[in-house]
């Protein structure tokens, strides 16, 4: 089984940071793309921030310029480092991971998918 745990959400005023960090574990061959999705009250789940194996990066525009995606493969770690936050960052913010399981699922193209459990971001005006 691979879990994520996510850590670093809270209660930031606007204009402040957060650093949100995603740590994969478990049976893990090899790790894809991973990423930041958020879910405010009342609306659809979006992409916030994704990063390939490689390190390419994407954000979605409304970030773009104020959170940075990492990642740590050694510790099988994602970041979203969240700066001149604002009200209307606030949401639950999932991590998500593509990975694969084994050499055989990465040898014939066959990734899994896993959701962390969700961390509060809340940005007060």
């Known amino acids: 089984q691979v879990q994520l745990v996510e850590s670093g959400g809270g209660l930031v005023q606007a204009g402040g940071s957060l650093r949100l960090s995603c740590t994969a574990s478990g049976s893990i061959f090899s790790i894809n793309t991973m990423g930041w999705c958020r879910q405010a009250s009342g609306k659809q789940r979006e992409v916030v921030a994704a990063?390939?194996?490689?390190?390419?990066?994407n954000y979605e525009a409304s970030v773009k310029g104020r959170f940075a995606i990492s990642r740590d493969n050694a510790k099988t770690t994602v970041y979203l480092q969240m700066d001149s936050l604002k009200p209307e960052d606030t949401a639950v913010y999932y991590c998500?991971?593509?990975?694969?399981?084994?050499?055989?699922?990465?040898?014939?193209?066959?990734?899994?998918?896993?959701w962390g459990q969700g961390t509060q971001v809340t940005v007060s005006s």
């Open positions: 990063i390939s194996s490689g390190g390419s990066t």
């Open positions: 998500n991971v593509e990975f694969f399981q084994s050499y055989t699922d990465y040898r014939f193209r066959r990734p899994d998918e896993k």
